[in-house]
């Protein structure tokens, strides 16, 4: 069973730094496209960022600059570092993944983890 488990949410005040993880657990072969969203009270899901299997990055431009994805294949993790945290980045952080591949020969896509809640105080 594949699962997606996020870990690292909680209160960060504003300027600080911060990293969520998102751990892939299974029988895993490849991944494709790993990434965050994040949804805040009363708005949709948005993108954060994403990672290819290349390593190559897709930033949303409200964190441009200021968050950085980084993902461990040989440990199927993604971090996402949080530098100068602000108070709308407060939101309930998820990890996506598009298309995972198993040793079994199994395709699974558009995997979601239960979330991580970060609250950014001023």
């Known amino acids: 069973q594949v699962q997606l488990v996020e870990s690292g949410g909680g209160l960060v005040q504003a300027g600080e730094s911060h990293r969520l993880s998102c751990e892939v657990s299974?029988?895993?072969?490849?991944?494709?496209?790993m990434g965050w969203y994040r949804q805040a009270p009363g708005k949709q899901r948005e993108l954060v960022a994403i990672i290819h299997g290349d390593g190559s990055t897709v930033y949303a431009d409200a964190v441009k600059g200021r968050f950085t994805l980084h993902r461990d294949n040989a440990k199927s993790i993604m971090y996402l570092w949080m530098h100068g945290t602000k108070p709308e980045d407060t939101a309930v952080y998820y990890c996506?993944?598009?298309?995972?591949?198993?040793?079994?020969?199994?395709?699974?896509?558009?995997?979601w983890g239960q979330g991580t809640q970060v609250s950014v105080s001023s």
């Open positions: 996506h993944v598009d298309l995972i591949e198993t040793i079994s020969g199994r395709s699974l896509s558009d995997l």
């Open positions: 299974g029988s895993i072969f490849s991944i494709r496209t």
